[in-house]
């Protein structure tokens, strides 16, 4: 049975998230009154998508995957850096981080097609991608307390993409920095520490943005 094979190999714990926040996101965020926030629809889309394909390619094609997720990864990536920019908050600072946007993504597909390339999975630009997300969050969420009129931060979408994005990018900039240690702990006591960081990472990056859109949902009826 090659297709219920290729089933369970495919939804894990990351990417059943994946697929709960997207069927969240098509619910929650197809309203026009949503806005720019709409194109989370699209985004989700390609996550699984790639997740799918890249799956398929390795377990049932035997074949490499990877550049499939490094162009995940760039795209999505580049649109977080976008979708916080749009924050009220960091209005001023919106031109700086489209300067970013473009070194980023020149630098990342340099690094895609000349240096760590299509076959190995990109580090340095998944630490470079970290590194900008959790800079931007930080600097929303200075944004935030320093602001001089009320907001309920609890009720605000931005504060909770922020948050996900924020503990999600620190965790993974940790968690890609010591495979080999999680290796040989895992040799020692057969306990995969990297899959389990990563699930709880995912879970409650995906938590957060479903959060987030529901608050998106709320504050533009």
Not at 30 to 54: D, N, P, Q, S, Y
Not at 130 to 149: G, H, K, P, W
Not at 161 to 184: C, D, R, V
Request: net charge positive.
């Amino acid at each position: 049975m090659p297709f219920i094979k290729f089933l369970t190999l495919l939804f894990n714990t990351v990417v059943a998230a994946e697929c709960i926040t997207f069927i969240a996101a098509i619910l929650l965020l197809h309203k026009k009154r949503i806005g720019v926030w709409r194109l989370f629809i699209a985004l989700f889309a390609l996550i699984v998508l790639a997740e799918t394909a890249g799956c398929f390619m390795y377990d049932i094609l035997g074949k490499h995957n990877h550049w499939v997720y490094n162009i995940n990864m760039i795209l999505t990536d580049i649109f977080i850096f976008w979708i916080l920019s749009t924050a009220n908050s960091l209005q001023k600072e919106r031109k700086a981080i489209y300067i970013v946007i473009i070194l980023f993504f020149s630098t990342a597909v340099i690094n895609l097609f000349f240096f760590e390339g299509l076959y190995h999975y990109n580090q340095y630009t998944e630490t470079a991608g970290d590194i900008i997300q959790i800079i931007i969050s930080c600097f929303l969420f200075y944004r935030l307390i320093t602001e001089v009129a009320y907001r309920n931060l609890f009720s605000y979408e931005y504060f909770w993409l922020a948050n996900g994005i924020l503990f999600s990018s620190l965790g993974s900039t940790i968690l890609y920095h010591f495979p080999e240690a999680m290796s040989s702990y895992q040799k020692l006591t057969h306990i995969n520490v990297f899959a389990i960081l990563n699930n709880i990472l995912n879970v409650l990056l995906y938590s957060s943005l479903i959060i987030a859109f529901i608050c998106r949902y709320r504050n533009t009826r």
